[in-house]
């Protein structure tokens, strides 16, 4: 059993940054593809961005490409989105999942209720 605790969401200006943090409780942490979700209201979860379980490669939506950045320490179970030039779009809850069976590109395209964690998620505002 996996948990996630998404955290370091808030309120910022458009053009502003935040960093998200995703702390996974279990000692095979590095063993999960690990990506990041959205929702935002009356929409959707949709996908953002995956790395694979080293924290190699990654793949990000057309979206976000260029602003985001994913990055993951295995010494600490914790997975991060780095956000620079948030737009008023990109408010949103936003959730960490962890499958141990696909691989980070398959994130994208997995039915999200077969994807094995979730956070519970937490809140980006972005004002405009």
């Known amino acids: 059993q996996v948990q996630l605790v998404e955290s370091g969401g808030g309120l910022v200006q458009a053009g502003g940054s935040l960093r998200l943090s995703c702390a996974a409780s279990g000692r095979t942490f590095s063993s999960y593809a690990m990506g990041w979700f959205r929702q935002a209201p009356g929409k959707e979860r949709e996908f953002v961005v995956a790395?694979?379980?080293?924290?190699?490669?990654?793949y990000y939506v057309d979206s976000v490409r260029g602003r985001f950045t994913i990055s993951r320490d295995n010494a600490k179970n914790t997975v991060y989105l780095q956000m620079n030039s948030l737009k008023p779009e990109d408010t949103a809850v936003y959730y960490c999942?962890?499958?141990?069976?696909?691989?980070?590109?398959?994130?994208?395209?997995?039915?999200?209720?077969?994807?094995?964690?979730w956070g519970q998620g937490t809140q980006v505002t972005v004002s405009s």
């Open positions: 790395i694979s379980r080293r924290g190699g490669n990654t």
């Open positions: 999942a962890a499958d141990q069976a696909i691989t980070y590109q398959a994130m994208g395209v997995t039915p999200l209720r077969d994807l094995d964690y």
